[in-house]
């Protein structure tokens, strides 16, 4: 079974840290994305990547930074937290180029930005 | 442009009787539609997918989804609803364009299933 593993559960951080979110998945995954969760609005995607080192914007980058040094570790970065960034965020993963394979998710960290 | 809509907050059902999730598209091209469930303080789980053929696809625990290409609906259904099926259900949709197999997510539906 592929297994995405994130590195908090829950987190609570003030406005203006630097917060690391880390995802990392087992099954050699080529694709990686990051996701916000808010009540009403489903999921909305921060920043995917389909290969080491490369990166693409999603819908709602702002305020986000990613990083994928390595195939099954991808990184989501949050510069200066603000309140507005309080969410849950969802790591995925999916296997090779095909339009069909479904994304495997995390567990999910839910942030708290005070 | 590519979406889907959920045009239900939420779905009550008595435990025993059949359920459905509903669920429309608009895509530009072939759809490739998924179906996710995500339980309390819990990731998402993959339940089932459309990509070609049969328009009745079954997955895991029991559901299964029709595809409807004439009203763009793919909804999910159950012939016998459990408690334990209590979940917040999302629809998504294969986004075109660009390197990957992003998917566009609905906004969900809330499934509460009463004993």
């Known amino acids: 079974d592929v297994k995405v593993t994130q590195s908090s559960r829950y987190l609570v951080k003030r406005t203006g840290e630097k917060v690391f979110l880390e995802c990392v998945q087992d099954?050699?995954?080529?694709?990686m994305f990051w996701y916000r969760q808010d009540p009403g609005l489903g999921l909305r995607l921060i920043y995917f990547?389909?290969?080491?080192?490369?990166?693409e914007k999603g819908d709602i980058p702002e305020g986000y930074s990613v990083s994928r040094e390595k195939k099954e570790r991808f990184s989501l970065i949050l510069e200066s937290a603000s309140t507005n960034q309080t969410s849950m965020y969802l790591c995925?993963?999916?296997?090779?180029?095909?339009?069909?394979?479904?994304?495997?998710f995390g567990p999910g960290t839910r942030l708290t930005v005070l | 442009a590519q979406s889907v809509a959920q045009p239900e907050d939420q779905v009550n059902v008595a435990e025993g009787n059949p359920l459905t999730v509903k669920c429309t598209y608009s895509?530009?091209?072939?759809?490739?539609l998924f179906w996710y469930v995500q339980y309390p303080n819990r990731g998402l789980q993959f339940l089932l997918k459309?990509?070609?053929?049969?328009?009745l696809v079954k997955g895991s625990y029991g559901f299964e989804a029709e595809f409807n290409k004439s009203q763009t609906s793919f909804h999910l259904k159950k012939p016998s609803a459990l408690v334990s099926d209590s979940a917040l259900y999302f629809c998504?949709?294969?986004?075109?364009?660009?390197?990957?197999?992003?998917?566009?997510f609905g906004t969900g539906t809330l499934l509460a299933v009463q004993p």
């Open positions: 459309y990509i070609t053929g049969d328009n």
């Open positions: 099954m050699d995954h080529e694709n």
């Open positions: 998504a949709v294969r986004a075109y364009g660009g390197a990957t197999n992003k998917l566009i």
């Open positions: 995925a993963s999916s296997l090779g180029q095909g339009p069909y394979n479904e994304q495997f």
């Open positions: 990547s389909y290969d080491v080192k490369m990166k």
């Open positions: 895509v530009s091209g072939n759809p490739y």
